[in-house]
């Protein structure tokens, strides 16, 4: 844009946000297919300010919608725009693993176990050269967009401060009402939801009185905690809850039973995380102090459901507060992303995060901000979500509902396309392969999505967020905990701190110490040379996926490792490995010295609590998905591939057609066999009366009309006799031609019957048709389904205490 010209996107001064540069030629995210599906040169871009009518992204696992998603992100951050990606299973980390110099040892730490990092490397380099992305291109992205990690409840990476500040709104209460309303609902809705209190905010008793404490004092400009919230819950300063005593709405005994239930929530050594941390802003966390557009991605993988609904709806209805403070604009001025959004805006549940959900889809657009949804099924998005979108990015859909159910969302926004072929073109992708439908008349197209820039690893949690690259968050509100000595290099490598009598150690408790020779030790933050050690816990569990009607009985063992320990230990911050006993010695290293820890590994109950919080962990986030065909009960096994499970569907959905198609061949084969034999009879009637018709034509011509041309010509017969011949020859004639009428009439009973036995054969044929697609389509109706474990299924086998070398 030239230097001169003029853009409602310009960094305005704060607290406006500063809005990014002018738009590109648009965001590169794949190439459009061939009808054959071969891809082809024409380059697939959507104009970013197109998505400030949002979007919405579909595929089932395994239909590269991830990809899709992170390369569409990567494209906005290019372009200058902030991007917000809340993360509930830890893929959209991804995008911090960016490497420009594509350098085989960037990869190393990040490649499955097994892989080679050089291989890895060469896969993406030549990946991205095939798409002309060249390393100059990654190495832009990084420099120009600040790139960091929070994860709210956790140190794992930047804690995020969503509840220890409930801070009033800039201006109070007045300045933006229904912004404010928004917040007060999604912190009530949230803070309710942890304690089991799903109730209705216009019903329950709990929700009217927490939420009239939090909306009294934004109004009166003052900021709360939870423990000040816990004491007007006990004493509200206000008599009256509309025009009923508060007393009467909910009792003095009930709002110390509320208290009781919130206080626990204070008194969780895990939620303590929740409080402190950096700041809940969206101007800071979307862009930094330099000018530069932010990606601020919100782990919440770690979460319980009620946790993820509490952090969501607050982070969601901050950004509904911030971006009404914003001049309005048709120009994208961040995107908010959420991944595998069910759960978050159900078609009939309410959860707290639904309501700022449908507001940013509602309201947004005005405003610059745009929205976009991933989900594997559009029956768990709410149609009224589906329906404010205007950009469609349809990958593999898993079941015939699914897809139902998606074009439904999608007919408001279809224009004059014609969904039946839409339909058909989705029944047709491929893996990576995506049907892209706009608003506005614009025809579906089917296209290919390019190759990421980032590698895409899978889900990156608990330590290891620690060591994505390049990570740039906002700093932390308040004092945050010092690691152990020598974690951060504050206490010499080499035993210049720490004791050489190790702490005391519960009994029964195994201890052991790692070797640094370990294949994984790198990945726990091990040091070849360290004689110093921290604390760490080593688990084995054993996990039982045992489901009767999939007659699946799978045994998996989860180890890991969890380290350092402070006074909270998250599960979610173990570090998985295989270790065995070789890597786990039970004699200490010569020149030891023990770092201190917080953790109370002195007491039995620290591993009891922790093995217990482990196993809900597990249970929770473990499961064995095994591919179902319902209609033909037929369930996978555990290490068959997709396309053996595939050859047993079809295999027996071709053994079911069979035997409804000898069915239909029995009731249609006599008849069809009785009009064969009818057909053959008509024709040799019918060849009998032709050669009837034609003897007798030839008998009279050459009989009758040779009596009565003779009598003319010869001149002697009498009158009498010449009439004589000529009644015979009309006779003749008159049997001449009913002989023919007969061979006609035989000829017409012939080709009625010959039509009667195309017409019955016909409609065999059909429905032998109908049986095979019928049939095709119950072998293609294959869903993922999940094998959860229950609390018996999980089992705690080891748990030692680890000492590490640092």
Request: aromatic share 4%; proline share 7%; charged share 25%.
């Amino acid at each position: 844009m030239p230097a001169d010209a003029t853009d409602d996107r310009s960094a305005p001064s704060a607290p406006s946000a500063p809005s990014a540069p002018s738009a590109p030629i648009g965001l590169d995210i794949g190439a459009a297919l061939a009808p054959d599906g071969a891809r082809t040169d024409e380059r697939v871009r959507l104009d970013p300010d197109d998505l400030t009518t949002h979007g919405v992204i579909v595929g089932m696992t395994g239909s590269g919608k991830t990809g899709l998603a992170i390369a569409l992100m990567e494209e906005v951050l290019a372009s200058g725009v902030p991007v917000l990606a809340i993360d509930p299973k830890g893929d959209l980390t991804n995008l911090l693993l960016t490497f420009p110099e594509l350098r085989p040892d960037d990869f190393a730490p990040w490649v499955p176990d097994g892989s080679d990092p050089a291989e890895v490397a060469t896969t993406w380099r030549e990946g991205l050269a095939d798409w002309g992305i060249g390393p100059e291109r990654i190495a832009a992205l990084r420099a120009g967009v600040r790139m960091g990690v929070y994860s709210p409840g956790s140190t794992s990476a930047t804690p995020l401060d969503v509840v220890g500040s409930l801070a009033a709104p800039t201006g109070g209460a007045s300045a933006d009402p229904e912004g404010v309303e928004a917040e007060v609902q999604a912190v009530t809705s949230g803070l309710l939801g942890l304690v089991g209190i799903d109730g209705d905010p216009l019903a329950s008793p709990e929700h009217l009185l927490v939420s009239n404490l939090v909306h009294a004092a934004w109004s009166a400009g003052e900021s709360l905690d939870l423990p000040m919230l816990l004491q007007r819950i006990q004493t509200p300063p206000m008599r009256r809850l509309g025009v009923m005593d508060v007393d009467t709405v909910i009792a003095p005994d009930a709002r110390t039973a509320l208290a009781v239930r919130l206080n626990a929530i204070l008194a969780t050594p895990g939620f303590q995380g929740f409080f402190g941390g950096a700041p809940l802003d969206p101007q800071r966390l979307l862009f930094g102090d330099d000018g530069r557009p932010s990606l601020a991605v919100v782990t919440v993988a770690h979460l319980s459901d009620a946790e993820r609904q509490l952090v969501i709806s607050r982070v969601l209805a901050s950004v509904i507060r911030w971006f009404r403070t914003q001049p309005g604009t048709d120009r994208l001025r961040a995107l908010v992303y959420i991944d595998e959004v069910a759960g978050y805006a159900p078609p009939t549940a309410v959860p707290p995060t639904k309501a700022p959900i449908l507001t940013i889809l509602k309201q947004a657009r005005a405003f610059g901000v745009g929205m976009v949804l991933a989900t594997q099924n559009p029956v768990d998005l709410d149609y009224k979500a589906m329906s404010n979108a205007g950009t469609w990015l349809v990958g593999r859909l898993q079941t015939e509902r699914d897809k139902a159910r998606l074009l439904e969302g999608m007919a408001p926004a279809a224009g004059g396309v014609d969904v039946s072929a839409l339909d058909s073109t989705i029944t047709s992708l491929e893996r990576r392969q995506f049907v892209l439908h706009r608003t506005g008349g614009h025809a579906p197209l089917r296209f290919g999505s390019r190759w990421a820039m980032s590698y895409l690893r899978g889900p990156v949690t608990g330590a290891q967020l620690a060591l994505l690259p390049g990570r740039e968050e906002i700093p932390v509100a308040g004092p945050t905990p010092a690691p152990p000595p020598g974690v951060d290099g504050s206490a010499d490598a080499d035993g210049g701190s720490g004791s050489p009598v190790m702490p005391k150690v519960a009994d029964g408790v195994a201890v052991r110490y790692l070797d640094p020779a370990a294949p994984w030790a790198a990945a726990v933050g091990a040091s070849p040379t360290g004689t110093a050690v921290q604390a760490g816990v080593a688990l084995r569990v054993s996990l039982l996926f045992d489901d009767a009607k999939a007659s699946i009985r799978e045994v998996q063992e989860w180890e890991a490792v969890l380290t350092p320990l402070g006074e909270v230990v998250d599960p979610a911050a173990a570090v998985t490995v295989d270790h065995d006993d070789r890597d786990l010695r039970t004699d200490a290293p010569p020149d030891v010295r023990y770092l201190p820890t917080e953790a109370r590994i002195d007491t039995k109950g620290f591993y009891t609590d922790l093995s217990k919080r482990v196993k809900d962990m597990l249970i929770r986030d473990k499961t064995l998905t095994i591919p179902v065909n319902r209609t033909l009960k037929l369930w996978g096994r555990v290490g068959e591939t997709a396309d053996e499970f595939a050859a047993r569907c079809d295999e027996a959905a071709q053994a079911a057609a069979d035997a409804e198609a000898d069915k239909i061949r029995a009731r249609l084969g006599a008849r069809i066999d009785r009009l064969r034999g009818a057909v053959d009879t008509a024709q040799r009637r019918a060849d009998t009366a032709a050669q009837a018709a034609e003897s007798a034509g030839r008998t009279e011509l050459t009989d009758a009309a040779g009596s009565l041309l003779g009598g003319l010509l010869g001149g002697r017969s009498r009158t009498r006799g010449l009439a004589s011949a000529a009644r015979t020859a009309m006779a003749g004639r008159e049997r001449v031609g009913r002989a023919r009428q007969r061979a006609t009439d035989a000829a017409a009973a012939v080709a009625d019957k010959a039509d009667d036995l195309a017409a019955l054969e016909q409609e065999l044929a059909d429905q032998l048709i109908a049986i095979d697609d019928e049939w095709r389509a119950v072998a293609d109706a294959i869903e993922d389904a999940p094998i959860t474990l229950s609390r018996s299924d999980v089992t705690v086998e080891m748990v030692s205490l680890v000492w590490i070398p640092v």
